[in-house]
């Protein structure tokens, strides 16, 4: 059996990371401590609706504002009215104003509240443990302390939310209470709060301007007074009063006598011109037709005579009578064109003389009026400077008295700067909680934390429930798992009855798994120590069954109750205190004396025998290992059925003198560090431990657990087996 444990220990290793390998892992821990997750997975949906149940429904009630400021922003009233641009940041400032305490203050005074017991505690119960407190005590009644008004107020403000929806002019005013028309009426009371208060304060902003307005329109009043006063004396200084005095050059006399001045001018010059042409500066043909235009026919007819009297001197004397006639006529006609040429000049010259006297004339008048404007210019410089200046707050004043006018009757003032797009209606369903989401949440996470719950409990179990374990912890091969034979399974029989008269049950079967385990050693031990790391593991359940199973196989077997303090063979097999173990150590009997011989089992038996105070004493003698050697020659092997180890120091003892030793542990009950301690004694002790058996397997639980080994309890073997 000693070459087999090396064998089985790599295999254990080798299966233990598989298993750890294996994805499933998980799936398989929580089918395992599937109803610890279905008691979290439906106990935590059950304990939220409970919770549910117990809390009030809330109603949710959303009115909304158009936020659209008074666009009025007249020169006149620059300063005085004044709008903003609508940013987010002016939003946000409009929802503040909403919830401020002034205007909840007035809310307050147009809701009644007091229905409410979030808003007035007297209205509501008393808490569920203040009733049951009251009632199993006898404690007063309850009498909740009133709220003041500004708790009051505080209350409602928390319970008012103003949201501005990204990028618009809207104000969403809502309101949370336990009454859907208490939700309505807070809202809309919120927002005729909020308008009439944008109201008032335009109505607060319109009274400024007019007065402003009407304190200017006075001022500007009396100082038009004052100037018209001053322009009067002004007059009075520049004697320019209406109805005495010149009047004033104006433009269109200066432009009239500068028009005359420039036609005198031209006529003298030309005059001057003609003068001069007729002195000498021109030919004295060009002069004088220039100057007497009226004589040209004369001037025609000597030029005719001129020709005649050129022609006849050609051809005839000078005294030729044509010749002198023509000669006289052309002489008398010159003298005729000198005359008039010569009235002519003096008539120019009369006419030069008489433009110069108008020239000088024009000239003379022109720079008298212009030095009278002058002068009146400079005596009434100060009276045009007050006459300009009453002209401009004459007209200021027009202006500030149209503008009052205008306030007076404008109306866009009166009104808010938001107006009611949508009002509050009562909702028709709660708006908090939201039992379905919350539910459905608590469902998901029930099952959730139950699978978290399975593997911790999977993770956190110290217990050895499977041959795996065993073999990944210890190092030790499980050569069996046992299963557990309740009283219902054994139907009154013993245990030793139950293994005779049911060989093909699954207990019988993992008996003979473990004998062939036994039978596989190849050391062949002849004497075998059973024990545990403490009571009710099921020791003395597996020595008596394989004592049974191998006598049923023909061998020659005996079984020894080494348990002095507990002994269990005499109610196993009624014996009735028959002489045993101890007996026969302290020599009081022979050994065919104290062992006995139970025909229907094919087996013997000694048991622990009398309680002795030196049974510690008696092991440690000489003659257990004398009777050990006896007994092994007489039978195929002993068994011995050993105290537990942290009990007795006698199971160290014992188990020396055996040939190899099974460590039984409680499937799912003894903690890892209880065997793993115990393993540490027998190491210490020098004890040798062929393997161990998982004893008082629940194989319904083992089955669905998902271990390597739970395929030996699985349904699809139950033809094998018959209980």
């Not at 006609?333 to 010569?342: E, F, K, V």
């Not at 219902?488 to 139950?498: F, I, K, M, N, W």
């Not at 080494?562 to 196993?572: E, G, L, N, T």
Request: hydrophobic fraction near 45%; charged fraction near 20%.
């Amino acid at each position: 059996m000693s070459e087999a444990v090396p064998r089985m220990h790599g295999l254990a290793l080798s299966a233990g990371r598989a298993e750890r390998a294996d994805p499933l892992v998980p799936l398989r821990a929580v089918r395992r401590h599937w109803r610890l997750a279905c008691s979290v997975a439906i106990g935590l949906p059950l304990l939220t609706g409970l919770a549910l149940s117990r809390v009030a429904p809330v109603y949710t009630a959303t009115g909304t504002l158009l936020y659209a400021p008074v666009d009025f922003n007249p020169k006149l009233l620059r300063g005085v009215l004044e709008t903003s641009q609508v940013t987010d940041s002016l939003m946000a400032s409009q929802s503040e104003v909403v919830r401020s305490l002034p205007a909840i203050d007035q809310m307050v005074g147009l809701v009644d509240f007091r229905g409410d017991p979030v808003f007035n505690p007297q209205a509501g119960r008393a808490p569920l443990w203040r009733r049951w407190f009251g009632r199993l005590f006898g404690l007063p009644a309850w009498h909740p302390k009133p709220l003041t008004r500004r708790d009051l107020i505080e209350r409602v403000r928390a319970s008012l939310r103003v949201s501005v929806p990204d990028g618009s002019q809207l104000l969403d005013v809502s309101f949370d209470s336990r009454s859907p028309a208490l939700s309505a009426a807070a809202a809309n009371a919120a927002m005729r709060v909020y308008l009439a208060r944008q109201r008032d304060a335009n109505l607060a902003v319109l009274d400024h301007a007019q007065a402003w307005l009407t304190r200017r329109a006075a001022a500007t009043a009396r100082s038009v007074e004052v100037l018209d006063v001053e322009i009067a004396r002004a007059r009075a200084r520049a004697g320019t009063e209406h109805g005495s005095g010149a009047a004033p050059l104006t433009d269109q006399e200066a432009g009239q006598l500068t028009d005359s001045l420039a036609v005198a001018e031209t006529d003298l010059a030309t005059a001057r011109a003609a003068m001069e042409r007729g002195k000498g500066g021109m030919p004295a043909a060009a002069a004088q037709a220039a100057i007497a235009a009226n004589v040209a026919p004369m001037r025609a007819r000597a030029a005719e005579l001129a020709s005649q009297l050129a022609s006849l001197s050609g051809t005839e004397g000078p005294n030729y009578p044509a010749v002198r006639a023509a000669r006289d006529a052309l002489a008398a006609l010159r003298g005729q064109i000198a005359a008039a040429t010569a009235r002519q000049m003096t008539a120019s010259r009369l006419a030069v003389r008489a433009d110069e006297a108008r020239v000088a004339t024009l000239e003379s008048a022109l720079a008298a009026l212009r030095h009278r404007t002058a002068t009146e210019s400079i005596r009434a410089a100060p009276l045009a400077s007050l006459e300009e200046q009453r002209s401009a707050e004459r007209s200021l004043l027009r202006a500030q008295t149209e503008q009052i006018g205008t306030l007076e009757s404008q109306s866009v003032l009166t009104r808010p700067d938001a107006r009611v797009i949508s009002p509050a209606t009562p909702p028709g369903s709660p708006s908090a909680p939201h039992s379905v989401l919350i539910v459905a949440g608590a469902v998901l996470l029930g099952l959730c934390l139950g699978g978290v719950a399975a593997l911790a409990a999977d993770a956190l179990d110290a217990t050895f429930r499977t041959g795996g374990d065993v073999r990944a912890d210890l190092g030790l091969p499980c050569v069996a798992l046992i299963p557990e034979l309740t009283r219902r399974t054994r139907r009154g029989l013993s245990v030793a009855d139950y293994a005779r008269l049911h060989p093909f049950s699954p207990f019988s079967e993992q008996m003979r798994a473990l004998r062939t385990s036994l039978w596989l050693d190849p050391t062949g031990p002849r004497s075998l120590a059973i024990t545990a790391a403490r009571p009710g593991e099921g020791k003395t359940t597996l020595a008596v069954s394989l004592a049974v199973s191998l006598a049923a196989g023909g061998m020659r077997i005996l079984v020894i109750d080494c348990d002095i303090r507990q002994p269990s063979f005499d109610a196993v097999f009624d014996l009735g205190g028959m002489p045993g173990l101890t007996d026969h150590l302290s020599a009081r009997v022979e050994l065919d004396g104290a062992i006995h011989a139970m025909t229907e089992l094919g087996l013997d038996v000694m048991p622990a025998g009398s309680v002795a105070t030196d049974a510690l004493s008696l092991f440690m003698s000489q003659r257990l290992p004398l009777l050990m050697t006896a007994l092994g020659q007489r039978y195929d092997l002993v068994i011995l059925d050993l105290p537990p180890v942290f009990a007795l120091a006698e199971a160290q003892v014992l188990a020396r003198v055996a040939d190899a030793t099974l460590l039984c542990v409680r499937w799912s009950d003894t903690p890892r560090r209880v065997v793993a301690a115990a393993i540490g004694l027998l190491d210490q002790a020098g004890i040798r431990l062929a393997g161990t058996v998982l004893t008082r397997v629940d194989g319904a639980r083992h089955a669905k657990a998902g271990f390597d080994d739970s395929e030996l309890y699985h349904p699809r073997y139950g033809g094998y087996f018959r209980s």
